[in-house]
């Protein structure tokens, strides 16, 4: 299993780096700190990657998609064949992550690791096409009812892991550098507070929201069958894969293993927002390392995003009141932090411009 | 006087072009409104351009440079000669705003509306160098010291903001479609504090924060000569142009004009921070509808920048901890308003993409 053989390849960054460029950064012809958060950013890539001028020319989102079985609980606004519908708007550039993507200059790769629908009916293969490279790696044909038993089996869930393990591998040896966490998954809000509820203690009524706009009564049913759901299949809190098998979601999985296998690579990783927070907050579980690979993209609408970000530890770059998902605040967040990077490699230092420094 | 002409051309944006806009928002493949801010955005530049396409692809950010008589009351943590050093840097495209403008993909534009330097020394020519545009068109070679009388005579004010005006006419002739507002001038946090607290109400203490970076000793000094000048020049808070001549800044003028040649002209303008957004309160209050052309780039560190922007009542896009001003934070949120413009030009709808709608 790739999971646990990547595990001990995992360290916290190495604060020698941090200082190494705050030292750079306070030479810069600006006032000290006076870019805040985007002189953060650039330090946090610089210890990432253990390089003094790293560069970022190679990003990639990975759009994770996947059914979720829980669907059949009328929980979405939506009916559960959008989530291979919008797979096909994905491949034909027309999503909002692909213009998204566009705009910051990176690849989409959708990966299908558990949509309830057969892609070969459309002709899609393992290859680039417009909007984006289309990758199979079916662990399930959507996950179970979980209001009815376990979502996945404790083998899927590793396997979904692992899948999100094998992309940041392949990735990191075609030379990208930066990766940014994208999902698709009609009710995939629905595992994602029952993950969040689990893992942080609060109550489901907390951190349950309105997902792609569910009116009050479908709220309530939502609230019951994630109450129900963890009361059936008792998720232990302290088992990060006992919950994502039991109450999670394959692209959640997938995410997860993305996050880990970024971390190993040393490669920066921006989660997208509340259903991809949810797998940050698995990945953090199994190794709490993995924070400092991390960027949080935005504070999204979704009322339980917070609550995982402020488990984690995370500040949210963006908060422009996003709720899509996709990977479109991880593609935004992106031009963000080349931001940072652009300016810790890019500005004047004072002896270079000839400019006084502080009196 | 080109600010008395001008000012009856500008009208509040036509409500019928947001609702355009907001239909064809809702018809893309993605919940509704589920794109937050960026939607707003795309709307606006809709509204602004009365346009149903528009593009964005010509911008540019205006750096206004001048210098403050006040500098001379030891208000700055850097020498007054700072100023002329940094329109240098600018010049050879060292300085943040090069930086952040190059990523952008915007021109960037000095304008030594008040610099007490000659130019001519370093051969510095109104033609294109390597990082930007210089133009010259000295009002004042450094405001007078405000704690001793008016900062500018009415007619060097007026003449300021008319240089800003000529600024929009002439880069709306030339095609731009985006505008940043941006400043450089040692010791300019001190008259923006001051037009902050004669034209909101607030104490100078509540509006007073630390500039460059000054410590408690300095910081005491500054509010004290603020509130000098206040006492001395008594500006009128309901005459914008009196409380721009008698505490103001040559540069904050050539923004304010800046605006307002903006609204008349029909282009979205980005309002920097904290000097920037007292340029805007000059501007909206000699005409509120300038407002309606107005995006605030980020929520500045520098305490007095939230109280002018509840007073124009303006959402920053930005939460980063900037405070280096040069328009800096104007050209990273031109990034993010271009993300919403290609949302609303480039997402497939529903019938496009062949995804089902809400149940």
Not at 2 to 26: M, P, R, Y
Not at 92 to 106: D, F, M, T
């Amino acid at each position: 299993m790739a999971l646990e053989t990547i595990l001990s390849s995992i360290s916290a960054v190495n604060a020698k780096f941090i200082e190494h460029a705050q030292k750079h950064l306070d030479n810069l012809t600006k006032p000290q700190g006076s870019l805040g958060r985007l002189e953060e950013f650039a330090k946090q890539i610089v210890s990432i990657t253990e390089n003094s001028m790293p560069s970022l020319d190679k990003k990639v989102v990975f759009t994770f998609a996947g059914d979720h079985g829980v669907a059949d609980e009328g929980v979405s606004a939506y009916p559960k064949a959008v989530t291979h519908q919008m797979v096909l708007n994905f491949m034909n550039g027309g999503a909002g992550i692909n213009v998204l993507a566009r705009h910051a200059g990176a690849d989409v790769v959708v990966v299908d690791i558990g949509v309830d629908h057969d892609f070969a009916v459309e002709g899609l293969k393992p290859a680039p096409i417009v909007g984006g490279l289309f990758i199979s790696r079916k662990i399930v044909s959507g996950t179970r009812n979980m209001r009815k038993g376990a979502a996945m089996t404790r083998d899927e869930a590793i396997k979904c892991i692992d899948v999100g393990i094998e992309m940041a591998n392949g990735y990191a040896k075609r030379g990208y550098k930066i990766f940014g966490t994208g999902d698709m998954g009609i009710a995939n809000t629905t595992p994602s507070s029952a993950i969040a509820a689990v893992m942080t203690g609060k109550s489901v009524e907390e951190i349950t929201g309105r997902g792609t706009g569910i009116n009050d009564d479908t709220w309530k049913i939502k609230v019951q069958v994630i109450k129900d759901a963890i009361a059936l299949n008792r998720p232990n809190p302290s088992d990060p894969v006992d919950v994502l098998s039991k109450v999670g979601g394959a692209e959640i999985g997938g995410i997860a293993g993305l996050i880990i296998g970024a971390a190993a690579n040393r490669i920066p990783v921006i989660i997208d927002g509340f259903i991809s927070t949810a797998g940050a907050l698995i990945a953090y579980s199994i190794e709490p390392n993995t924070k400092d690979y991390m960027f949080a993209a935005h504070m999204s609408q979704e009322v339980g995003h917070k609550t995982i970000l402020e488990k984690i530890g995370l500040r949210p770059i963006l908060d422009l009141d996003l709720r899509l998902g996709e990977g479109t605040g991880a593609a935004l967040a992106i031009l963000v932090i080349e931001a940072g990077l652009k300016i810790y490699k890019e500005m004047a230092t004072f002896g270079e411009a000839g400019v006084s420094e502080k009196g």
